[in-house]
């Protein structure tokens, strides 16, 4: 079991929670993920190390309240528990002295940047962050990423904070401006593979971090299936990152949406639960 020492609510549908998994936290580094269960019946989830603290032995999360698993984790609060943690899993983040680096951070995909940065950042790079979100409410550690960034823009959508636009529109004029060696961009599968038209005519080198369906989170299933330069990968082994201008992003959208009725069959079911049980 591992206790949530930590939950912050970061808006009505994102949460953070910070969770006691020291032999996690002694190996975590940039770019990895782990999978837990609430419960011994329950759906396996993978979510990204948004951070994590050695002498605590915690690893902090954010996610994304989307089907009834990520709903009912929402419920939990600190103290409760979740029945167990696999990690740390996938290949670690390649970190080098590149130069002048960009960072992209997407929704949710603020969350899993931050390590990615930090680690640039300690490794001599000059990092730019881009954050983006539909609109204000959906914006999250913007003084976090500036405590690891020479440089932090943040952009909505709707214009109702930062810079009103896209965050492929920033990137363009950042590069613009000054030679980019290498970018890293996390977020929705749409805006990864905006991003990687994006930065493909202008010859940077661009990173990815894939999120296909997953299962078991070792390559035994082979859920997590996807094709890079046109070779079959497991984003669970051979990922999660990947050269965003070699994905295959039509493929990899059509397997993400495979199981979109049976995640609404089993959200109807779960709401159905609870309205009974109240």
Not at 142 to 170: N, Q
Not at 180 to 185: D, E, K, P, Q, T
Request: proline share 4%.
């Amino acid at each position: 079991m591992h206790k949530i020492v930590h939950k912050q609510v970061l808006s009505p549908v994102i949460k953070l929670f910070e969770v006691e998994a020291p032999k996690l936290a002694a190996k975590a580094r940039a770019g990895q993920f782990f999978i837990l269960r609430l419960h011994d019946q329950g759906e396996r989830i993978p979510l990204t190390i948004a951070d994590y603290d050695r002498e605590k032995g915690t690893i902090t999360t954010i996610f994304q309240e989307v089907g009834y698993t990520t709903k009912q984790m929402g419920q939990l609060n600190e103290g409760d528990s979740i029945k167990d943690i696999v990690g740390p899993l996938g290949e670690p983040t390649e970190i080098e002295n590149y130069g002048t680096v960009i960072c992209v951070g997407g929704g949710v995909g603020v969350a899993p940047i931050h390590p990615i940065a930090k680690a640039l950042k300690e490794a001599g790079n000059k990092v730019i962050t881009i954050i983006g979100a539909r609109n204000k409410e959906l914006l999250f550690w913007e003084e976090k990423m500036a405590a690891v960034s020479d440089k932090l823009i943040v952009c909505t959508d709707d214009g109702s904070y930062g810079h009103k636009g896209f965050v492929t529109e920033m990137v363009k004029q950042v590069a613009a401006e000054q030679e980019i060696n290498r970018l890293w961009a996390i977020g929705p599968m749409p805006m990864m593979r905006a991003m990687a038209a994006t930065t493909k005519p202008l010859g940077i080198k661009t990173i990815v971090s894939l999120n296909p369906i997953m299962v078991d989170g070792t390559g035994m299933c082979g859920a997590c299936r996807v094709s890079v330069g046109g070779e079959t990968k497991f984003a669970c082994v051979d990922g999660p990152e990947f050269d965003a201008h070699l994905v295959d992003f039509d493929l990899a959208m059509r397997r993400v949406a495979y199981y979109k009725d049976e995640e609404k069959r089993a959200a109807a079911k779960g709401m159905c639960g609870r309205e009974e049980a109240e």
